[in-house]
């Protein structure tokens, strides 16, 4: 397999790897590489603070050895068998797993050979890259793969290591002007391999367009004819990606995990049966991983939906169209099933699917070399998050019961609690976490037996039990101070969890909204603006944080920050509502109308007719907008915007006044009056002579009716507006007699009536 030479540092050039340890490397016996005796007692002697700079290779090819022992009791499989100790065993701290939590958050709890991992963070986070007869770029991608899988194995995203990461991957940046474009497309899919795994969406799309540059890879989505279900006998439009790779395909492997969508007798068929497609050639694996992460792309920058799913399929097809790395396949299976098991219609199918790939770990038909030669191209998830996948796919379908045996296995206790509460056994979640509290207690027990009780106490007792680290105990006080209405305490208890972990979104979002309550308007940008530098694309941290500028009186600021709000959430008609009031202050006339047509789309209910009467009077008056254009210049758009509410909106006296009033102001006096008519009929409900508010309604429409009759007086029209005004006056004399109004409409026939004896 000719890519492999550059996916693997042990197949560099790599002269300080003696054979035996090559070989080792090669045949995937990576518990062989730590048994050999230069390596153990390197790792004895570096544990025990003798460490001799002679050692330093051994020290590194040890490293790499228990990282890749770790993956593959953690990832890739097969399970290993109990290690007997090494000679360094006895030396490993005993609370292995506190010692590698950081930020507050803890190493899952069930993740086997922790000392494996130990060892290999140990090693690699000392290694100095300067003074080393080693490969600098081979420690500093090391090290960054070891942190990659650090970000795995804690209960969430920390700062710590994203600094860390952040900081390897630029030095290793400015070593890759002199390597090959192999190397640097890999390095560049590592990048957004990370980036992807911290939110940061726009630079994983960034990396990854890179690596797609470096490697050559050519890659185009175009249609086709074809047919997507059984029976189907006619063809449709499909979408199909077509891609080549530049530089020399992979041997197709022997070996690859069963795709149940190929066996399935289903009438969705898993790929569509296309006309007139050409074999556009085998993929090199490198360029197989792009093309996975680019799917990825597709739905980082898209909202979860049918369309999405339909856009991302392409990719992953191009993936299963022919075998060649059990990993890279397994990847494209597990990503295609997830997108399966959200519709009812393959929603067993992409179940079935993960459970499938569950078990082959432990199937011994592919060698343990071959599932790792990739690992690093791909975020392939720990074999606990797939099955804690497969847990929450039956939990979706309302197989709770097995859920509970998958959760419970793993010692998921946020996911065991919610089985029970899906099951109507809240009281067991509560009894269960007790007991396992009275056992071993922990920070994380105390948290969920007070979410379970509303019991801020725990809480409480959870943060003492830590030592003040576990942040989750002060997001957690700080949630309960908001139930509370406790906005000052909540400020508090938030502040100090996210100076512990700030990586937490949600919870700057609720400090942001707590400072808000508070009105510390710059706090509150402040907040909001760090929870966007960790999600981008959330529409209502930037709604929130335009509404602190409107009240600061920024309007220009709030305009701009609304405008990338809508970038990421389009379909939430207030954030639009937001944006036309703020575009309507600032004269931006263009803006003002687009967001009433996007508003007529979402909602019509909520179209501000205020704001469109001011848009209205800008255009008859010329008034001149942001840029100093003439507010006139937007009269044809304003007018296809006003024929297009009164499509939406029917029988609304208040538009068809509005409109009256514009279309006068304009010259169309004829247009003006028909759509007072239209105000007129609205307004003439059943009963509204007994109803005051319904009569002064209906009179007011009447005499600005006739106004409009007037303006233009013809036998015609004077004849119209008296058959108005009597009739009307007849019948609300019981009820409204002797009031303003009666007396203004018995005036406006005594104008009438001198009006028609003039003509006569």
């Not at 890749?68 to 097969?78: D, E, M, R, S, V």
């Not at 830590?466 to 209405?485: E, P, T, Y």
């Not at 907040?527 to 509404?547: H, V």
Request: proline share 3%; charged share 25%.
């Amino acid at each position: 397999q000719v890519e492999e030479v550059s996916e693997m540092e042990w197949k560099e050039s790599t002269p300080w790897i003696n054979e035996e340890e090559r070989k080792l490397l090669e045949e995937g016996n990576y518990v062989g590489i730590l048994r050999l005796s230069s390596i153990d007692q390197a790792i004895r002697n570096f544990i025990l603070g003798t460490f001799h700079k002679n050692q330093e290779v051994s020290l590194f090819i040890g490293a790499i050895g228990a990282l890749l022992t770790f993956i593959q009791a953690n990832w890739t499989g097969p399970t290993l068998p109990v290690l007997q100790p090494f000679s360094w065993s006895d030396n490993i701290p005993k609370q292995v797993a506190d010692s590698l939590s950081i930020d507050g958050e803890t190493i899952f709890s069930k993740a086997s050979h922790l000392e494996m991992f130990w060892v290999a963070s140990s090693i690699l986070r000392t290694l100095n890259t300067e003074d080393t007869q080693l490969s600098k770029m081979a420690i500093l991608r090391w090290r960054i793969h070891l942190l990659r899988i650090h970000h795995e194995i804690l209960s969430a995203p920390t700062e710590t290591i994203k600094k860390e990461l952040r900081e390897n991957m630029k030095e290793m940046g400015l070593l890759m002007e002199a390597e090959g474009n192999s190397l640097k497309a890999e390095v560049h899919l590592e990048e957004a391999l990370i980036w992807d795994q911290y939110f940061q969406h726009e630079l994983a799309q960034e990396a990854v367009n890179k690596a797609q540059k470096e490697s050559g890879l050519e890659v185009q989505l175009s249609g086709a004819l074809g047919t997507r279900t059984k029976f189907q006998t006619f063809d449709t439009a499909q979408l199909i990606l077509t891609a080549r790779s530049s530089r020399l395909s992979d041997v197709p492997t022997s070996f690859a995990p069963r795709d149940h969508g190929i066996e399935e007798d289903d009438l969705l068929l898993p790929t569509p049966n296309l006309k007139g497609v050409k074999e556009d050639g085998q993929l090199n694996n490198l360029d197989r991983c792009i093309l996975l992460m680019m799917a990825k792309d597709v739905q980082n920058f898209n909202a979860k939906s049918g369309l999405t799913a339909e856009e991302m399929m392409p990719y992953i097809r191009k993936i299963l169209e022919q075998p060649s790395n059990w990993l890279i396949y397994s990847m494209a299976l597990f990503m295609k099933a997830r997108i399966e098991s959200d519709s009812h219609r393959t929603a067993e199918r992409g179940v079935l699917q993960i459970q499938a790939l569950v078990d082959q770990c432990d199937q011994d038909a592919e060698p343990v070399s071959n599932r790792m030669v990739y690992f690093f191209n791909l975020n392939y998830p720990p074999r606990w998050e797939m099955r804690r996948e497969l847990g929450k796919k039956y939990l979706s379908l309302g197989i709770a019961a097995s859920a509970l045996q998958i959760f419970e296995s793993l010692e998921m206790w946020d996911d065991i609690i919610d089985c029970y509460r899906v099951m109507g056994k809240t009281t067991r979640a509560e009894e269960v976490v007790r007991e396992r509290l009275a056992i071993q207690p922990t920070p994380l027990l105390y948290c969920l037996l007070g979410d379970l009780t509303n019991d801020s106490q725990y809480f409480v007792e959870a943060w003492q039990l830590s030592g003040n680290k576990f942040s989750r105990a002060k997001r957690s006080l700080g949630h309960a101070a908001v139930r509370q209405n406790k906005w000052a305490e909540a400020v508090d208890h938030y502040e100090v969890a996210l100076a512990i972990n700030p990586l937490y979104a949600n919870v700057w979002f609720s400090l942001g909204c707590a400072y808000m309550h508070l009105e510390v308007w710059d706090q509150a940008i402040r907040a909001f603006g760090r929870m966007i530098q960790i999600d981008a694309d959330n529409a209502e941290a930037w709604n929130n944080m335009a509404s602190c500028y409107i009240r600061q009186k920024k309007k220009r600021e709030a305009f701009m920050v609304l405008q990338e709000a809508l970038r990421y959430l389009r379909t939430d008609w207030r954030i639009w509502q937001n944006f036309l009031f703020v575009s309507m202050d600032l004269a931006e006339f263009q803006q003002v109308m687009h967001a009433t047509g996007e508003i007529l789309q979402l909602n019509s209910e909520e179209i501000d007719l205020p704001v469109l009467s001011l848009l209205c009077t800008a255009v008859t008056n010329h008034t001149p907008d942001a840029n100093g254009v003439d507010g006139a210049t937007y009269q044809k758009q304003l007018e296809q915007l006003l024929v297009a509410i009164e499509m939406k909106i029917s029988n609304n006296p208040q538009l068809y006044k509005l409109m009256a009033e514009y279309y006068t102001k304009q010259g169309n006096a004829e247009r003006g009056v028909d759509y007072l008519e239209k105000r007129y009929r609205c307004l003439q409900v059943p009963g509204w002579e007994l109803r005051e508010k319904d009569f002064q309604h209906l009179a007011e429409a009447t005499i600005d009716l006739c106004r409009g009759y007037l303006s233009n007086a013809s036998k015609k029209t004077v004849y119209s507006a008296k058959t108005k005004v009597r009739p009307m006056l007849k019948k609300a004399e019981d009820s409204f007699s002797g009031t303003v109004t009666f007396t203004r409409l018995e005036q406006l026939l005594e104008e009438i009536t001198a009006k028609e004896s003039e003509l006569a």
